[in-house]
């Protein structure tokens, strides 16, 4: 049976990705090793580091515009803290829209003073705040574009004087931006664009440089670029199979022609959402509602049991929500196919016919 893959993360893949990175896994480009073997210096895994940040600038449209794409390692936790060691000098300004913003936080406290400008933490996570000032005396402003655990995403970003950092793990990739705004956006490998192991860092060169701090080698952004990703060994394959996730997006045409199917996706399954009395979903506005990640609870738990086993028997997988929220999640990433959503709005539709 076909699997429908809503997992938060690891994402769901592109089945042609899959099958390249399998066979490089036994045989890569014919060199009869695998691409876990190789020396990451040879020319060969070069080409595909080269590449993939080379690809990920084209995709954001940063290309010869000062900016710099790294591979790095720590996933976006790594760089809660990376950020703030590059880039804090006195006072930065944070937007708390959820789990991942209020970690940021907690490590961004620990270099200088932070200034939080909004929450909805009181409300569950529930809503993008909106209508915040943002502090002229600052070093930089940060917020997350899309929140997993919540289902809440960014519609709109504020323009401000200052360096705007993003975390974008769940959602790059996923929908057109002025991409040219942010001074720094970063996004684990493993919420849309390969498997966990790699976190893609796109920094813009004046923005380094102005902190007075002595900055331990693993986390300075200037050694990462000087040594081109490769101050130490990389994640070989996790760097492989996204550079292969990026060549699959550029054939598909881009970020422009994957939003219109993410949209689709989500109208899809939103619609549903809306119109069956047995769901009803996390998000208070639905101005704020994540195109990659709809959560949802269902009305009447005594369907529960019902609607778990009309999922599992319809191969959905990866639709349970986050621990600390509950209820369902489906996130729907850039390889997650139209035909599967339709699946899970055909079955909340015959659990409301049955229930």
Known sequence: MKKHNFSAGPCILPQSVLKQASNAVLNFNDLNLSLLEISHRSKDFVEVMETARSLALEHLGLQNKGYHALFLQGGASMQFLMTAYNLLENKAAYLNTGTWSDKAIKEAKMLGEVVEVASSKSDGFNFIPKNYTIPKDIDYFHCTSNNTIYGTQMDGFP????????????????????????????????????????TLVVVKEDVLGKVTRNIPSMLNYRVMIN???????????????????????????????????????????????????????????????????????????????TFDSQVKAAGISGINGHRSVGGYRASMYNALTLESVQVLVDVMQEVERIG
């Open 227 to 305: 040594k081109d990703s490769m101050f130490n060994t990389p994640p070989v394959f996790a760097v492989y199979v996204s550079m292969l996730t990026l060549k699959w997006l550029k054939e598909l045409g881009g970020i422009s022609e994957i939003e219109k199917v993410n949209k689709q996706k989500a109208a899809l399954l939103y619609t549903e959402i809306d119109r069956n009395p047995l769901f009803k979903g996390y998000v208070a506005y639905k101005e704020d509602r994540s195109i990659m990640n709809a959560t949802f609870n269902i009305v009447n738990e005594q369907l529960k049991e």
């Open 159 to 198: 323009t401000t004087d200052v360096p705007l950092i993003c975390d974008m793990s769940s959602d790059i990739f996923s929908r057109q931006l002025d991409f040219s705004k942010f001074s720094l956006i970063y996004a684990g490998a493993q919420k849309n664009m390969g498997p966990a192991g790699a």
